[in-house]
Each structure stands twice: as structure tokens, then as C-alpha cells.
């Protein structure tokens, strides 16, 4: 049955729904419930923490990372690979998709509980970081830096400037993404927020919610495709995926519970 199933689908891997882990974090007075599918990928992971007390600064400040535009701290992670049915050579993977949970924490003047002045930020906050005027690490700038080197190129007319300028953005840069919509799920408002290329298969959707007016929490969808002339065969599934990990993530008030029922997964 299971290799009738990757020959109807045409690969292998990916989410088995038939086998779920339920993780829970404590958000200061929230309770978030994750259940997902195990990953299909053997890795060796850290402890899991399950108090986050992002409201101290100096807890968020010691546990925060930094990628790309993006400062947060990370909570949890599950990712599956999708495969072809004969791997013939190493690396062969058609591609990844990945989920994982975070907290960000949105500057004085934006309340993340308005959902439209959340989606706001979200497109403001990217395109800030990567036209900002004076580039910088971690990809900081780096649509200006494109626009200098471009502008040395003084033989070239306007017309043909902005037509290069905007395939260099395209390809090597950060080019303008999707406007932040809300979609509801079971009934709880969400901001969907979307960074595409327009020449690259790969994707991520977010999907945020307020916690508080000063942070968020963020659902980050990362859909990486190593083989472009295969991505029609996972899409679909990853597509699924995405949709049916969503419908069953929970965040309610939290109740003091003994503190076993914390501490594991339940599988």
C-alpha cells in the first residue's frame, strides 16, 4: 500500500497525519498547543523549553536571534523532506517544507493586536531593512547596494537603467512582496504575510497573531525547493500540510496545570 501511495503522489516522505506529536509552551498567560507529524528527518534536538516569559526584556534580549530582517525567539521546529520514489544520486531531494513557531517583538507605536496595523509593519519592517540607505550585514541594504553598483553603469539609458535595475532586484535582491492579508482559522483572525520571488519556486508564508500590543506569535511556513522541475509533484501535499498543521494549533488562556503535563510530548 505504501509504495502504491508514493506511486499515485509520485514521491516519498513528507507528513504522515497518521502520526502526530502535541507539544505545549507556556507564553506567559497563554497556553500554546502544537500537534503536528513527526519529521521524516533523524536529527538530535536540544531540550525543549516550555516557559517563554517573552514580556521581560531581559529574557527576549538573552534568548533572540537575528536572520535576515528578522529578530525573534524561536520556540519549535518540525520539518519534512520530500523524496523521490528511486533515489538515484545523493542530494536528489525534490524539496523541504518547514514549520516553526516563534516570537517577535514589534517596535513603540504598533499594536500587534490590530491586525491591520500588524500587516502594516510586517511589509513596512521588510522593505525597510532591505532598501535601507546605508547597507549593512546580514542583508541589510541590499537593494541599495544593487542600486549603487547599478548607477555606475552611466552609459546606460533610464528606460534601460530601471528595467535592469528591477531584474537585478528580482534575482539577487529583495523585491516587493505580497501585501499582508488576514485569513481566519477555527475562528481566530490571522495575518498572512508572504515572501516570494518572482523567479524562484521556493516560498514562505507566516501566518502571526497578537499576544500582546507589543509582540506576536509567528507560524513560519519555509517551502524549499531543491529540484524546480519536480516541485508540482509535493505542492500539492505541502499545501495540505500547511493547512491542516494550522487548523490545529491552539493558543488559549492558560490554566495552572500539574506540572507533568507540561514537561513531555504526548504522541
Known sequence: MGL????WQGFVGGADFTQLVTERFILEDKLLKITMPVSNIATVEPPKEVNYPYRSNYWFSHKQETHTHETYVHIYTELWMYLPII???PCSEYGMLSSVFRIKKNPDGINALDNQVLGSWLNQEYDEYYNHPIPGEKGKGSNTRIRQEMSKQTTLSDE????QLEAAINNGGYPKIPDATTVQINGTEWVFHQ????HSRSRTDMYCLGLDEGHYLVVRFNHQVDRSDKHKKWRKAADKTQQRVMEMV???D???EAPQTLLGSNI
Open 4 to 7: 502504491l501511495k508514493s506511486l
Open 87 to 89: 533515489g538515484i544520486q
Open 160 to 163: 534601460v537603467m530601471a528595467i
Open 195 to 198: 515572501l516570494v520571488k518572482p
Open 250 to 252: 491552539s493558543l488559549t
Open 254 to 256: 492558560y490554566v495552572d
